[in-house]
């Protein structure tokens, strides 16, 4: 209940602040190359204002931060950036040792003081030039196309970031544009998601029956989607070309998935019923997986009951 109430906390605060776009503004990485928020896009970004010479904050947040994400296994899954609010002492050399200490896939930027400031107005934080200390320690988060999706309150645990950043692990329709398991899901309505893949023998022959299902619920208002576990766009899209499925298509290339349900085999299915309480738990998620292939039979009717 407690995660409930701090996620939505998290999530409300961003609405108040959806405004906070991050711009096309360019900075400079630890290794001297030039990068923007946007080149990030196609991950879930956690970003943090900071400065290397910050005593207990800032090295709390990225110690903390990195060992829930490591413990996850989703530190190559999200870009953790940490803007330094203090470019005149805080080069890219002495950004490389600092961020090397937690993890050096951390990604530190900085520039000019103006290039700080002006994406640090983005998302409604306020700088002085020369108290670098005088900034927000909120973090930000964003989903994979770039918007911002939470702003999570300084003394937050890392584990609160991490269930978020969870949630905004990228799915890529056929057309690559990106959507999210907390994006497919509306709490006024069913949603059915089958995960399956090209090889999985099970999955192609339970095809014609989540087709056949998928015209029952459709008129119901139901959701329904394929999420591709692990293969390509090229490899689906050769799939789709003799098995044509339906009902919307979206691929997990990275198999995260595997990470974000507790998924035992393919194929599985979860049914989400409409304003389920806490749909995306660990613990919700294991009472709503059907593992196997189903024939589907009569679903619909039951839905109707």
């Keep these: 209940m407690l995660k409930a109430i701090l996620l939505m906390f998290a999530l409300t605060i961003a609405q108040i602040y959806s405004a906070a776009t991050p711009d096309e503004s360019t900075l400079t990485d630890q290794h001297g190359k030039k990068l923007s928020l946007s080149q990030l896009r196609g991950k879930p970004v956690l970003l943090f204002f900071g400065f290397t010479y910050c005593p207990d904050v800032c090295p709390a947040f990225l110690s903390s931060t990195t060992r829930a994400l490591k413990a996850d296994g989703l530190m190559d899954s999200v870009s953790l950036v940490f803007v ?65 999706e939470a702003i999570v309150p300084h003394g937050f645990p890392a584990a609160h970031s991490v269930e978020i950043l969870k949630r905004l692990l990228p799915l890529t329709s056929v057309t690559g544009e990106y959507t999210s398991f907390e ?15 090209s090889w999985c023998e099970p999955c192609r022959r339970e095809l014609p029956a989540l087709n056949r299902l998928w015209s029952e619920l459709k008129p119901l208002g139901v959701q329904m989607y394929a999420v591709n576990v692990g293969e390509s766009k090229q490899t689906v899209g050769s799939f789709l070309d003799d098995y044509p499925i339906e009902f919307p298509v979206l691929i997990d290339d990275q198999g995260l998935s595997l990470k974000r349900w507790p998924i035992q085999t393919l194929p599985a299915t979860l049914w989400i019923p409409p304003r389920a309480a806490s749909v995306l ?20 009717e039951q839905l109707v009951e």
């Design 84 to 148: 330094s609010v203090d470019p005149k002492r805080d080069t890219p050399r002495v950004l490389a040792k600092y961020v090397g200490f937690f993890d050096e896939r951390i990604i530190a930027l900085s520039g000019t003081y103006e290039q700080v400031k002006t994406l640090a107005a983005r998302f409604h934080v306020r700088l002085r030039e020369g108290f670098p200390s005088a900034h927000t320690a909120n973090s930000f988060v964003l989903d994979a196309n770039g918007h911002l």
């Design 281 to 300: 738990s660990a613990e919700t998620n294991r009472e709503m997986l059907i593992h196997g292939a189903r024939d589907w039979a009569n679903f619909s």
């Design 183 to 197: 994006r497919l899901v509306r709490y006024d309505r069913g949603v059915l998601i089958n995960f399956w893949a």
